[in-house]
């Protein structure tokens, strides 16, 4: 092997390393992704078998994890920076102080002593590597590293070249002493290290490439869409201007007759049929893979199609229906859709973050939903992808999450009925989530769809799964038939709160509540207004149990790729993250929350001696939003829906009635209660909603 100080830091790199060098210096990202002589960490052990890598060691996820914690401790012993051994590889064809790089000397006089906290870290995960000197290269998308090799030193250990929140092509080429030159490209995430040591120590190296943010955001959009058959693809997709409206007749122009009737069908109907065979899963599948397709291509609301999967699992239980003339559970044959926050075996799970493409979870704003009824408007969120899809009936029914209002928001702007379940309800175990273990106010799992039966179908077939023997959060309560129906004859009493002291609900808004207050009234229920203790100290509250970390988890994943934060996240979370809050300071907005949680129940309990039935009030009818539907970066008031949340109190939407510019015009001497509520006034534009 060649000596250190043989080798001239003044050489040229080879040809044929400068020639792969501006290769892969102008692949397209689509390309680099499909280049069969990349080698990517997140490939099969197959597939890095193939590229000549073998496994040699891994690190241990307790190692990484104790001397994470010792080198950034609070943090690291909060959240785990992995669970899972790191594999060390070697590729058989590259086997294994302060330095002034313009002149190529070091300094005469002392040098400063490297950090004793970061030698022992990289000493822990790369034994045979003498930390002397380290260099941080900082990068934004379209950079460059030129090919060079570090041989000016006076140490011949290993180097190790580790990326943080960068993704880039990594290359290394190795020139023998026969003048024959072998080189490997590596695809480097966040993450990601690659240690030169042995004759690679020696080798030629450079980035020819740093990925942006919306690149890798437009490649996954481009993915999706090529996922749909070319049969179901619309050969040219009308503007919003052109077309505001693609429900109904708009959207049935694509679709044949029998499958307009299983996709119109509620969940109940369908699996009425496909468990006696009337209709085959698979018809039904398909039926609503082509028209979830069409969906996607008009309002943008998929993250992952896979339609086959679907496809040949409906024949498998039509082959079980065939042979034991039964039906496989009581969901048989029904198509269902998840938010992008359930992990699918076999599918990725991004939660929107392009930093979690090609990863589990980041650990290693793709784009926006429109309103199906009208494509200048916001299906809303974050559930918001399932809304549009359900309401282009795409999918019959499907599993959004809540912490704020995002089952219940997408639901309402798409004249949807929703469940918001208390926590413990349904299972939550095992779900990708962000700002994981703040467990104050907690994100709940719940079903949309088109009608009450399909939400209560599908709640029912859940608990009837035990899924508290699954997950540990989950109460041990089994659906309870008693308490679906009212009796006969029996009236019910309903608190109705339409102004909630911060925020004036639009026009159309206020109109549904008095729609519902008069239904009400004709059957013969009681109303009685709702003044409870200040919703706007509740909010308070909330906001607060949103910021324990000081924005860290979401600002953390979003660097992953450099994605920009948006605007609206950026209301509460900034535009970096900030100190997180004390122990001591989050007991006590607990404490709050337990109070303000007490008072709310006494206040409950007290209306038992204004509703005339021997009871508390039943129910709060309630706006959802102050909004009928908000266009883009306009929804800034989320009080209507997350004080129920910091309560904690299950809750549904129901659809009324919809938005009429002819009828719900805009207030005139309108006086505001505050600036936010004139801001919420300016947003009401009734010539858009119709």
């Not at 830091?9 to 499909?34: D, G, M, N, V």
């Not at 519902?516 to 109303?527: D, P, T």
């Not at 005339?612 to 209507?640: H, K």
Request: glycine share 8%; aromatic share 8%; hydrophobic share 35%.
């Amino acid at each position: 092997m060649s000596k250190i100080s043989n080798l001239s830091p003044y050489a040229r790199p080879p040809a044929s390393i400068k020639t792969t060098y501006k290769f892969y210096q102008k692949l397209t990202l689509e390309a680099l992704k499909t280049n069969p002589n990349i080698i990517d960490f997140q490939s099969s052990p197959e597939d890095l078998q193939h590229h000549r890598l073998k496994q040699i060691s891994s690190v241990s996820c307790d190692l990484i994890n104790s001397q994470c914690a010792e080198f950034d401790g609070d943090f690291a012993k909060a959240n785990h920076v992995t669970n899972n051994d790191v594999p060390v590889y070697e590729h058989a064809d590259l086997p294994g102080s302060q330095y002034d790089w313009t002149r190529k000397l070091y300094p005469a006089d002392n040098t400063p002593q490297f950090p004793g906290s970061l030698a022992k870290l990289t000493t822990s995960f790369f034994p045979n590597l003498q930390p002397e000197a380290a260099i941080v290269n900082v990068y934004t998308p379209g950079d460059t590293l030129g090919i060079h090799r570090d041989v000016s030193e006076e140490s011949d250990n290993g180097l190790v070249s580790v990326s943080l929140g960068c993704d880039g092509v990594f290359l290394a080429g190795l020139e023998f002493l026969d003048g024959s030159i072998k080189h490997v490209v590596v695809r480097l995430r966040s993450g990601d290290a690659v240690y030169m040591s042995g004759k690679a120590r020696f080798a030629w190296h450079g980035i020819p490439q740093i990925l942006s943010w919306n690149e890798l955001a437009k490649v996954k959009r481009e993915s999706i869409a090529k996922a749909i058959p070319q049969e179901w693809r619309i050969e040219i997709i009308p503007s919003s201007e052109e077309q505001r409206d693609v429900t109904g007749h708009y959207i049935h122009q694509y679709l044949s007759p029998k499958e307009i009737e299983i996709t119109e069908s509620d969940a109940l109907d369908i699996v009425g049929k496909t468990s006696i065979g009337t209709w085959s899963a698979e018809e039904v599948t398909r039926a609503f893979c082509h028209r979830a397709s069409l969906a996607h291509q008009l309002v943008g609301c998929l993250h992952e199609i896979f339609f086959d999967a679907a496809i040949q699992d409906a024949k498998s239980l039509d082959s079980y229906l065939a042979e034991h003339q039964v039906p496989l559970g009581p969901l048989h044959g029904l198509p269902v859709s998840l938010k992008d926050q359930f992990h699918v075996k076999g599918v990725e799970t991004t939660m929107g973050y392009v930093g979690w493409i090609g990863t589990f979870q980041g650990k290693k704003g793709t784009g926006y939903t429109w309103n199906p009824k009208n494509r200048n408007l916001s299906s809303g969120g974050s559930s918001g992808g399932e809304g549009a899809v359900i309401a282009l009936k795409g999918s019959p029914i499907g599993l959004g999450t809540d912490i704020g209002g995002s089952v219940r928001i997408p639901a309402a702007f798409n004249g949807l009925y929703s469940l918001r379940p208390s926590c413990g309800r349904l299972p939550y175990e095992g779900m990708a989530n962000s700002m994981d273990g703040q467990n104050s106010v907690l994100s709940v799992v719940g079903p949309i769809s088109h009608s009450v039966r399909s939400l209560q179908l599908l709640v029912k077939s859940l608990l009837s799964q035990e899924p508290w023997l699954h997950d540990p959060l989950v109460h041990e309560i089994p659906w309870r038939e008693g308490k679906a129906t009212l009796p006969d004859k029996e009236k019910l009493a309903f608190g109705i709160l339409r102004h909630d002291g911060a925020v004036t609900p639009h026009p159309p808004v206020r109109r549904a509540i008095e729609l519902v207050v008069k239904a009400l009234r004709k059957q013969g229920h009681k109303v009685i207004d709702w003044t409870p203790p200040s919703h706007a100290r509740g909010n308070e509250i909330i906001v607060e149990t949103w910021q324990y970390d000081g924005g860290a988890d979401i600002h953390s994943a979003l660097a992953l790729s450099g994605e920009p934060i948006a605007p609206q996240v950026a209301q509460l979370y900034g535009s970096q993250a900030r100190e997180e809050r004390s122990a001591t300071y989050i007991a006590a907005n607990n404490v709050a929350q337990r109070e303000f949680q007490k008072e709310y129940m006494d206040y409950w309990n007290s209306t038992g001696d204004l509703t005339g039935t021997g009871r508390p009030v039943d129910a709060v009818i309630a706006p959802c939003a102050p909004f009928a539907v908000a266009r883009p970066n306009t929804y800034i008031y989320y009080g209507y829906s997350m004080i129920v949340n910091l309560l904690d109190y299950s809750a549904c939407t129901l659809p009324v009635t919809t938005a009429d510019q002819e009828v719900d015009v805009a207030d005139e001497g309108f006086e505001p209660v505050s600036d936010l509520d004139k801001k919420v006034a300016e947003y009401c534009k009734p010539n858009l909603w119709s």
